[in-house]
Every structure is written in C-alpha cells, then in structure tokens.
C-alpha cells in the first residue's frame, strides 16, 4: 500500500523514488556539481534542467555509476517501504544495498555501474546515442535483456546444449523487444542495422532499449536534442506511455522548454552545479534565479522586470 | 630479383591516382621518381654487401642487381600506370605489358648463372606474363559495376549451400588425396592438418578480436601453454591417454586465459595489445629458461601419439591396421590426425556459433560496439571480456595439445610473436567476426606460403637462385595488398544473430573494430 | 659501489637508444593512434646502413678519418633511413588512411616481416660484427671492488641523445611543423579544414621517426658492435614497451621509459639471472600499467560518457 498524497505536486517529498543527498562532483579543481540535493518523485516526471556547463549529464553520470561522486549520498528506494530503517542500517552497515521482498534501499553511490540498472532498475540514454550500430535494432533490444537471458541460458551452459528452457526465455525476450518496437513504431526496422536509422528513430531505439532493462526509473539525457517538432511530439507521447502504463518514474534533462514545461510534475533547476529552483514546472517557469539564469542577466532586479515583462 | 618488389606500390596504390588521361610523360616521370627511390632504397641492400671474411668484414659490390631491381622498378610502376592508373589506350596497355615482359626476360638472361640462354629468356617472359596477367585481372575486377545490395543478400544466401559443400569437402578430403594424389598424399594431408590447425587457431582468436573486440597480441601463449601442458602430462603420467590429456590441456590454457585476463582486462585498446603481447613473450622465456620443468631450448620430445581407441598406428600385431585387417601404411596415421584436428575444428566453429546466438555472445559484440552502453545496460564488461578470452584461450590451449602430439615434440621456438601475429593476420585478413573468413584467409595465407615452399622447380632452372627463400618476403606483400585491397577482410558483411522477419547482412562501415573508440 | 654505477652507465646508454625509438613510436601512435610494429625493423635497417657505409667510407677514405667518417655515415644513415621510413608510409599506411583501426595494424606486421627477409636475403642471415671503432674513455672512480669507466661511447651516445631530444623538444614546441602536428593529433579532420596538409604532415612525422630511429641503429652498431635481421624484433618491442610505460604519445614520456627500460635490464642483468632480463622488463611494464592504466607521463584518460 503507498501512502496517500497529500497533493499530486508533493509527490517528490512524500514518496520518492530517488533521492540525491549533498551530491558534490569534484574534476581535479573544478567543481561541476556542489552539494546538490533533490528527490524524485514515485510516478513523476521529472525534469533536470540549466544552461550548457550546469552540470546536469555530470549528475547523470554519478547516478549511474559512471563517476564515483566525491561527497553525498544517492538512494534508489523500491517498493511501498518502510524504507528509514532498511537505509540506516545499510548506510551504517557499509552495505551497497539492502532487499527485502518488494522493498530495497539502494546506496548507488557504492554500487558498481553495471550493477546500477541490474540491481537498482535505473536505466538510462546518453546525449550522444550509444547504441551498437553493427547490431540490429532487435539485438539492441536483446542485449538489453542480458541479465534475465544468462540465467535463463544456465549462464551459457543450457544455452549451448540448446534446452529448452532458453529457447523459451529468448522467445519471451523477442515478444518484449517486439512489444517496444511498436510502442517507438520501430518494427519495420527491427532486423536493420542500428547504425542505418534516421537521428529520431536512433533516440526512440535507445529509450526502448533502455526500457527492455525493465527499469524503475528511465533517465533521458536529453531526448528530444535534434528532433523536428513532430518527432518530440511523439516522444512526449512515449514518455507518457512510459510512466502510466509501466509505473515506471522518468528524469529528463532536456533544453527543449516546450517538451519540459508540457511533461514535467517537477523541475530541478541547476547553475554551476548549484541548484537554483525545484518546484513544479508552473512555479520553476516563474522563477527570476531561472529566467537569470537562462537569460544571462547578472542582477536580480533586472531579472524581475524580465519575469514582469514575460507575465505581462 | 623479386627483392626489389617490396618498393613497388601495390595494385590498389592506384585507387588514389586521379582519374583522366594517361600521359606518357606523366607517367615516365612518375616511373623514374619510382626508379630513382628504389634506386635509393636498394643502394646499401641490393647494391652492396657485407661478408665476413677472416676476422672482418668485406664489401662487395653487385651494382648489376641493383640496375636489374631499379628496371623493374620503373617498368613496373609504368604498367601499373597503363593498367590501373588511368585510362590507357589499349595500345598503351599492350606497349607497356610489352615492354614489361621484354625487361624481365632481359634481366633473366643476365642474371642468372645457369641454363641455357633462350630457356632463361622463356622463363623470364613466362614470369613477365604472369605478373601482367595478374594485374590485368585486378583490373578487371576493378572496372566491374559496383554490387548491389540484392547481390549481397544474394551472397549470403549461398553461403549455407558453400557452407555444406565445404563440409563435406573436408570430410573426405583425406580419401580425395590418397586416391587421386597418391604420389604427394602425406604432404597434402600433412598441408591440410596444417590448414586446419591454423583455423582451429583463428577460429579461437576470432573470440577474442573478432566478436569481443580485444585485440590479443599474445596469443599463441596459450597455444603454448596448451602444448606443453599436453606434453608435460602425456610424458609423466603416462597413463593418462590421449582424450583425457587434450580436454586437461585445454582446461590448463582457459585456465592461464583467465589469470592471465582478470588483471589486464580493464586496460583499454592499444594498452592491453602491447600486454598481452608482453605476456606473450613473458611465457616463451620462462618456457626456454625453467630447464628444470620444460627441458628448455631442446623441448621435450617423445610425446606419444594419439591412439585410435587403445590401437596404436603401428606396424604389426595389435596395431591399427592389424585390428582391421588393412594393409600396414603410415598414412593412416596421418589420416587419423587430420581427423582429429578436424573434429577440434569443427567443436570450436559449432561452440562459437552457438555462442553467438546467445546472450553471452551477444554481449560480446555489444562490448565491442559500445562498451559504456553496455554497463549501462547491467551488463558486467569485466566477466563477458574474461569469458572470451577464457574460451579463447582454452581453444588455443586444445589446438597446442594438437600441435604436440602432432610433432611428438614441443620447443619454445615454435612459439614466437610472429605466430601470433600470423594468427591475428588470418583474423583480421579473413574478416573480423566472420568464421568463413577465417577458412579464407587461412587457406590462402598458410597453403600460399606452403605451396611456395614448392616451387624449388625454379631453382632447377636457375642454379644459385633459391626462391624458397622470397616466400616470407612474398607473404609479407601479400598480406600489406590484401589489406589495401580489402581493408576489412575477405568476409567483411555480419550477420545478425537474432532474426525476427527477414536476415539481412550488415555492412563492415556500420560495425565497430573494438575498443578504443 | 663502482659496480652499481657502471651499470647505471651502461643503463643509460642503452636506454638512450630505446628511447630513440620509442619516440618515433610514440610520435606514430599520437598522431594516427596505430602501432607501427615496422619501427623496429627501420632502426634494424638503420644499423644495417651504418654498418655498409662506415665500410665503403672507410675503403674510400682509409681509417685515418675516423672522425669525419663517422659523422658522414651518421648523415648518409639518417638520410636513407628517412627514405625508407617514408617509403613505408607510402606504401602501406598511406592508402589505409581513415580506414578499419586494425588495417594498418596488419599491414605494418606484414611490412616488418618483408624487411626482416629482404634484409636476410639480401645482406645474409649470418651476424655482421664490427670492431670497436672507438676506444679508451676516463676512469671516473677507482675501489677495491672495481673500476667506473666513462667511456668515449658512453658520452657520444649520450650527449647526441640529449642534443637530439633538445632539437627535438624545440622543433615539436616552436615550429610550424610541430604546430601542424599536435593539430592533426586532436583532430585531423579539423586540422585539414584549417589548410594543414595532413598527409605530409603525418609523412614527416614517420620520417622523423625513421631519422631517429637511424640514430639508434648507428649508435648501437658501434657500442654492441653485432648485428643482424632480426635485431629490430626485440629492440622493437622494448621500444614500444618504453613508450606505453612512460605513456604512449607523450614524448619526454617516450624517452623516460626509454631510459627505465635500459636501467631496467641492465640492473637485472648485473644482479640477477641475465636470460630473465626481459621477463623483468615485461613484468614491470604490466604492473605499471595496471596500477598506471596510462603510464608514467600519459594523460589520464578522463572516460568520456
């Protein structure tokens, strides 16, 4: 049983799914992200966005496990709870994770990154399409499904014998991989190259790919870059596919204020790897440290007269 | 003089030429420029020579060898012009391969020191024409329409029917040979069980390199290790016969894949090529060095031969052809061998294609297309890579076990980095990731070079001149040409490993080489 | 004592020369990101050059020279060494260029396979020795457990090693040439976009080099005074070893491994079992390079997400 929500707009404090604590990213001396904290919310869309350089894809990366952060914590938390004391007891315990039925508090920060989307259910894209471009987009899909697939596979050894419980398995990973081709109206290609599809049919292939992970929370690093206005259309679309029919949480950086301020429960707002604004997109879009940030305007009264002018 | 040769661009040099008329004083000065380098290049090799004589050192001078390579030279670089540059009239075409031929059977009977005259000039014109012959096919081939895609399809339709075709060419090769060549058959089979250790070697290392992307530089370690640990088994513990020794030695190689893997596997591209190199090396001194363990330099001799079910193939009562009641012939042995080393090839292609098609196999290829997506996909990079060289290595180790009871005799120089890179040219020649490619290449590379051990027949012309000595100079320029011909193998198309309407083959530009990138 | 420092001069010197090669390893691999497995054969030609022209010289010329001739033959093997070297390029690297990664990977075993015949072929299988040409030195230190000899050898190779590295350092950091060079190393395509002639570029940094590459191949023919086909194979693979050890691409890095690699084997030869030397060498080079994933003096390679 969840808890009851006071308001749609608090989801991300009464029941997140994520939340970042004091996340700090050091390079050498440069600060990219500093003493960030924000939650995401269980059902929310959420958004993380900022100018060029704000440090969004570094949290990216420290959420998946690619950077190892130098200061915070991160914790994914499934199932209904209660999660308080399963956390403190693997945060005190030195544990990476701790599971319990349904419910589990995991500690990514400590996790390894392939351990992330396997363990955690945190799935994501990349800004600059990582797919595997000599593999067709049905492999793409399979590959996805690795984990399930080795154990089904009696981690290769039934596999090679050919029994038959593989044979099954991979028939119900086709099925999945065939169920997200036609959610991104990709089916007609499913046996073409991945690297041979058009920009917009590369982006929808790597978020069902992401999706055939069966994750918790999907994170899209910026979807909709280079997308014509129908093609973000449709993402829009896909992403609310995602959430309702699949109970699965979304977190999105992205540029395109169109597709943020019209998906988006709740927006995070970073600068200089700080964050300026958290809030639901109604109050983020109104915000002056927003629209200074955006704008580039140095003094916060001018910033305010920008806001009277945009309301106006 | 064929030394001269390795100065002359390849064939497909002429792909960068631009396109236009041939000029013929265009072309002379680009022959001369050629000449003239040459003429450089061979000036201290060709021109000169040091001999030792009593305590020191003698120069001699053999400035004709050295016009002799500076003709050809420019000759051949002329024919090339004519027959790939540029649009030669065919008169051109003609005057040049004329002139070409006429050089060569010119220079023969300078040259060489024995045999008559016009026999000299005859084999000169003959070995002219078949150096323009040669190219004037590559020309050919060259002007050919480019394949449409329906063509490739067409390909790989055919490539199941090659496929069986191949097969049972293999199975009864042994049986073709001692009945149609019955006067050469222990050397053709003993080429083929050659051929065939050498795929069942690419065929290992396509694990690696091909499907994985980890460039291995230290390959034929395993196959060492494979060997020895074959040889060392079988000869003190006597009574571990053949089949329990091959499977142990293969354990033994995968095992040694895996310690050797588990520290170096997060070394990125060129890092971990240059360790597995080093590693490569590390294995064969110790090899030559730990007297006590492997006998050192002189090896280690008398491993037993395979026995076919307890029956030994030899002479007399209890022997193979005894049991059968066939005539006694040592090539039943040889028979058995090839056998044998085709059974290990054919486990090591079913396993791989097995693997292939499984999530294993799969996250293979992915880890060599994207090895950040694939962590970002829960996939554990640092065990799929340790389990393809593993199995690599354990084919490697069950193709060495092969080697030893093969020569009955194993040494640390059978086990140098140029078997490895011989192995990784065959990989790479055949087609990344394509096991067909590897027959390819294999054949064409290893039997090449075999068969031009063959052609002393040459020397029985010329007295003096042995041109076994130019095969490894000759493989070296073949395998610089074919990869300029075709710089991603024989076989470069893949194919995809799960099919859900219709198999198309994807091609080489789409699919990644591995780490690195 | 007098022991040890002998050995670190002898290190040295021969670190020198790996290092000479190494270079031009390291400068091929930053440039078009290949191993040219070749490298170790031009240093071979190299020396095999140097050994014909210090004979035809000194038959010309008669032994009183000394000098003179061997400043000649430094010059005549660097300049047909840079023929060979760009030859190669030509030839079997130029036509790969922006192709498959492994190509010319191939192509360079094969051209190191077709130099190690011809040269056998051509000049003989058998091992070419020449006597030492240049003798005496000064005592530096004399013990009770032995003498420390700095020979005349010692400080040609050393003291050309340090002017060629300083030319060197100043040609990369302040010419033109060097400019265009560590433009077409982070991106050629841009590099050629800004009217930098990639290819000759690329051709001039194989040709530097193979000039380097001779230079070892001179020095050690006259302080090992052996040679044959097949010295550029381990000399090679040492070289390539100096220069992932101090970081592929990174050329002080290339000359500082150089120099390990020579102390290395030197040391290990003077202390312990001398056929484990290069077991030694290797060894280290792993455990470097697991511990240091990019070497002593490479960029760390910051993963790119």
């Known amino acids: 049983m969840t808890t009851p929500l006071n308001s749609p707009a608090q989801r991300w404090l009464d029941t997140p799914l994520l939340s970042v604590e004091h996340l700090t990213m050091r390079f050498g001396g440069i600060v990219a992200v500093d003493d960030l904290s924000f939650q995401v919310g269980r059902g929310d869309i959420t958004a993380l966005i900022g100018p060029n350089g704000a440090g969004k894809t570094t949290v990216f990366n420290c959420l998946t496990g690619f950077y190892k952060p130098s200061e915070g914590r991160i914790v994914m938390r499934h199932g209904p709870g209660p999660h308080d004391a399963a956390l403190a007891a693997a945060h005190s315990g030195g544990l990476r994770h701790s599971k319990?039925?349904?419910?589990?508090?995991?500690?990514?920060?400590?996790?390894?990154?392939?351990?992330?989307?396997?363990?955690?259910?945190?799935?994501?894209?990349?800004?600059?399409?990582?797919?595997?471009?000599?593999?067709?987009?049905?492999?793409?899909?399979?590959?996805?499904?690795?984990?399930?697939?080795?154990?089904?596979?009696?981690?290769?050894?039934?596999?090679?014998?050919?029994?038959?419980?593989?044979?099954?398995?991979?028939?119900?990973?086709?099925?999945?991989?065939?169920?997200?081709?036609?959610?991104?109206?990709?089916?007609?290609?499913?046996?073409?190259?991945?690297?041979?599809?058009?920009?917009?049919?590369?982006?929808?292939?790597?978020?069902?790919?992401?999706?055939?992970?069966?994750?918790?929370?999907?994170?899209?690093?910026?979807?909709?870059?280079?997308?014509?206005?129908?093609?973000?259309?449709?993402?829009?679309r896909l992403i609310r596919t995602i959430r309702d029919e699949h109970g699965t949480s979304v977190l999105l950086i992205e540029h395109d204020m169109g597709v943020v301020m019209e998906i988006s429960d709740h927006v995070v707002v970073l600068d200089y790897g700080v964050k300026i604004a958290d809030g639901s997109a109604e109050t983020v879009r109104n915000d002056p440290k927003v629209i200074a940030a955006y704008l580039g305007v140095e003094d916060e009264a001018e910033a305010e007269d920008i806001v009277e002018g945009v309301a106006s | 003089m064929a030394t001269a040769s390795n100065i002359r661009p390849g064939p497909t040099r002429a792909a960068s030429l631009e396109q236009g008329a041939f000029v013929w004083s265009v072309a002379l000065a680009d022959a001369a420029k050629a000449a003239a380098l040459a003429g450089i290049l061979g000036f201290f090799f060709i021109g000169m020579k040091t001999d030792i004589a009593g305590d020191g050192l003698v120069l001699s001078y053999r400035w004709a060898a050295l016009g002799h390579a500076v003709l050809i030279v420019f000759l051949g670089r002329l024919l090339l012009d004519a027959l790939l540059g540029k649009a030669a009239p065919v008169t051109t075409q003609m005057l040049t391969a004329g002139i070409f031929i006429a050089g060569i059977a010119g220079i023969m009977t300078q040259d060489a020191t024995g045999g008559s005259l016009p026999a000299r000039a005859l084999v000169g014109a003959v070995l002219g024409g078949l150096i323009v012959a040669v190219l004037y096919g590559v020309a050919l081939w060259r002007r050919r329409p480019?394949?449409?895609?329906?063509?490739?399809?067409?390909?790989?339709?055919?490539?199941?029917?090659?496929?069986?075709?191949?097969?049972?060419?293999?199975?009864?090769?042994?049986?073709?040979?001692?009945?149609?060549?019955?006067?050469?058959?222990?050397?053709?089979?003993?080429?083929?069980?050659?051929?065939?250790?050498?795929?069942?070697?690419?065929?290992?290392?396509?694990?690696?390199?091909?499907?994985?992307?980890?460039?291995?530089?230290?390959?034929?370690?395993?196959?060492?290790?494979?060997?020895?640990?074959?040889?060392?088994?079988?000869?003190?513990?006597?009574?571990?016969?053949?089949?329990?020794?091959?499977?142990?030695?293969?354990?033994?190689?995968?095992?040694?894949?895996?310690?050797?893997?588990?520290?170096?596997?997060?070394?990125?591209?060129?890092?971990?090529?240059?360790?597995?190199?080093?590693?490569?090396?590390?294995?064969?001194?110790?090899?030559?060095?730990?007297?006590?363990?492997?006998?050192?330099?002189?090896?280690?001799?008398?491993?037993?031969?395979?026995?076919?079910?307890?029956?030994?193939?030899?002479?007399?009562?209890?022997?193979?052809?005894?049991?059968f009641g066939l005539e006694f012939s040592t090539i039943h042995r040889f028979i058995y061998l090839y056998y044998i080393i085709l059974a290990l090839a054919f486990l090591t292609n079913f396993v791989t294609l097995r693997l292939r098609k499984l999530p294993i196999g799969r996250a293979w290829e992915a880890l060599r297309e994207d090895e950040i997506a694939c962590r970002a996909l829960g996939i554990n990079t640092t065990n799929t890579k340790l389990t393809a060289f593993g199995i690599g290595a354990m084919f490697g180790g069950l193709a060495g076990a092969f080697f030893a009871t093969r020569q009955g005799f194993v040494s640390p120089e059978s086990f140098t980095f140029m078997e490895s890179a011989i192995i990784l040219a065959i990989v790479v020649?055949?087609?990344?990731?394509?096991?067909?490619?590897?027959?390819?290449?294999?054949?064409?590379?290893?039997?090449?070079?075999?068969?031009?051990?063959?052609?002393?027949?040459?020397?029985?012309?010329?007295?003096?001149?042995?041109?076994?000595?130019?095969?490894?100079?000759?493989?070296?320029?073949?395998?610089?040409?074919?990869?300029?011909?075709?710089?991603?193998?024989?076989?470069?198309?893949?194919?995809?490993?799960?099919?859900?309407?219709?198999?198309?083959?994807?091609?080489?530009?789409?699919?990644?080489?591995?780490?690195?990138? | 004592m007098e022991y040890f420092i002998q050995q670190l001069i002898n290190g040295l010197t021969l670190g020198s020369i790996y290092g000479l090669i190494a270079i031009g390893y390291t400068m091929v691999y930053g440039i078009i990101g290949m191993i040219n497995f070749a490298h170790g054969d031009v240093f071979m030609i190299g020396s095999f050059i140097a050994l014909t022209a210090f004979l035809l010289l000194t038959s010309l010329f008669g032994p009183a020279f000394l000098p003179v001739v061997l400043v000649l033959v430094l010059i005549i093997t660097m300049l047909f060494c840079v023929a060979w070297g760009w030859s190669i390029e030509k030839i079997a690297y130029?036509?790969?260029?922006?192709?498959?990664?492994?190509?010319?990977?191939?192509?360079?075993?094969?051209?190191?396979?077709?130099?190690?015949?011809?040269?056998?072929?051509?000049?003989?299988?058998?091992?070419?020795?020449?006597?030492?040409?240049?003798?005496?030195?000064?005592?530096?230190?004399?013990?009770?457990?032995?003498?420390?000899?700095?020979?005349?050898?010692?400080?040609?190779?050393?003291?050309?090693?340090?002017?060629?590295?300083?030319?060197?350092?100043?040609?990369?950091?302040?010419?033109?040439?060097?400019r265009a060079q560590r433009a077409c190393e982070q991106d050629r395509k841009m590099a050629a976009l800004l009217g930098i002639d990639v290819d000759r570029t690329i051709s001039l940094t194989f040709v530097?080099?193979?000039?380097?590459?001779?230079?070892?191949?001179?020095?050690?023919?006259?302080?090992?005074?052996?040679?044959?086909?097949?010295?550029?194979?381990?000399?090679?693979?040492?070289?390539?070893?100096?220069?992932?050890?101090?970081?592929?691409?990174?050329?002080?890095?290339?000359?500082?491994?150089?120099?390990?690699?020579?102390?290395?084997?030197?040391?290990?030869?003077?202390?312990?079992?001398?056929?484990?030397?290069?077991?030694?060498?290797?060894?280290?080079?792993?455990?470097?390079?697991?511990?240091?994933?990019?070497?002593?003096?490479?960029?760390?390679e910051v993963e790119k997400v």
């Open chain 1, 100 to 236: 319990d039925g349904d419910s589990g508090v995991f500690l990514l920060e400590r996790m390894p990154d392939f351990e992330i989307p396997r363990q955690a259910g945190v799935a994501r894209t990349f800004q600059n399409i990582r797919l595997f471009g000599g593999m067709t987009v049905l492999e793409n899909l399979l590959v996805a499904q690795h984990n399930g697939l080795m154990v089904a596979s009696g981690y290769t050894l039934g596999g090679i014998l050919g029994l038959p419980g593989y044979r099954r398995a991979e028939k119900k990973a086709i099925d999945r991989a065939v169920y997200w081709l036609e959610q991104t109206a990709l089916l007609d290609r499913a046996d073409d190259p991945a690297g041979d599809l058009s920009y917009g049919a590369q982006r929808r292939l790597e978020i069902a790919r992401a999706m055939c992970t069966g994750p918790k929370l999907l994170c899209l690093d910026e979807p909709a870059a280079g997308l014509n206005p129908r093609e973000s259309a449709e993402l829009n």
């Open chain 3, 208 to 300: 530097m080099g193979a000039a380097l590459a001779a230079v070892a191949g001179f020095m050690f023919l006259l302080r090992y005074g052996v040679i044959d086909f097949y010295i550029g194979f381990l000399a090679g693979i040492k070289a390539f070893t100096a220069a992932v050890l101090g970081g592929i691409g990174s050329l002080p890095g290339a000359m500082l491994g150089g120099l390990l690699i020579g102390l290395i084997e030197t040391f290990w030869s003077g202390y312990f079992p001398i056929e484990y030397k290069d077991v030694a060498t290797f060894s280290i080079l792993v455990v470097l390079l697991i511990f240091l994933p990019s070497g002593l003096l490479g960029k760390p």
């Open chain 2, 146 to 323: 480019a394949p449409a895609r329906a063509e490739a399809t067409r390909q790989a339709r055919f490539a199941i029917p090659i496929g069986i075709a191949l097969v049972l060419l293999a199975l009864t090769l042994p049986f073709l040979i001692t009945t149609f060549l019955p006067g050469q058959q222990r050397q053709f089979i003993d080429l083929a069980i050659l051929i065939l250790t050498y795929v069942m070697l690419g065929w290992g290392l396509n694990i690696v390199v091909g499907l994985a992307g980890l460039l291995d530089l230290g390959y034929v370690a395993f196959y060492a290790v494979g060997a020895y640990s074959f040889a060392l088994l079988s000869t003190c513990f006597p009574f571990i016969g053949f089949w329990s020794a091959l499977p142990l030695a293969g354990m033994l190689a995968g095992m040694w894949g895996l310690v050797l893997g588990f520290p170096v596997l997060r070394l990125r591209g060129d890092y971990l090529a240059i360790v597995t190199l080093a590693f490569g090396e590390i294995i064969r001194v110790v090899l030559l060095n730990w007297v006590d363990f492997t006998n050192g330099p002189n090896g280690i001799s008398g491993v037993p031969k395979p026995t076919f079910f307890g029956l030994e193939f030899s002479r007399g009562e209890g022997g193979f052809a005894d049991f």
């Open chain 3, 94 to 178: 130029r036509p790969l260029r922006g192709s498959f990664r492994l190509a010319p990977l191939i192509t360079a075993i094969g051209i190191s396979i077709v130099l190690q015949n011809f040269v056998q072929i051509s000049q003989g299988a058998r091992v070419k020795p020449l006597p030492p040409q240049i003798q005496g030195g000064v005592t530096l230190m004399e013990g009770a457990t032995g003498v420390v000899q700095l020979s005349w050898m010692h400080m040609i190779i050393i003291a050309t090693t340090v002017v060629l590295m300083t030319g060197f350092s100043l040609l990369i950091s302040r010419t033109s040439l060097g």
């Open chain 2, 429 to 517: 020649l055949g087609g990344l990731g394509s096991q067909m490619g590897v027959v390819i290449a294999a054949t064409v590379m290893i039997g090449g070079i075999e068969m031009l051990r063959h052609i002393s027949f040459v020397g029985q012309i010329f007295p003096g001149v042995d041109p076994v000595q130019y095969r490894m100079i000759i493989f070296g320029l073949a395998m610089v040409a074919i990869m300029i011909w075709k710089p991603r193998g024989f076989i470069s198309r893949r194919n995809p490993s799960a099919v859900l309407k219709e198999r198309k083959s994807i091609g080489a530009d789409l699919v990644s080489q591995g780490e690195g990138h």
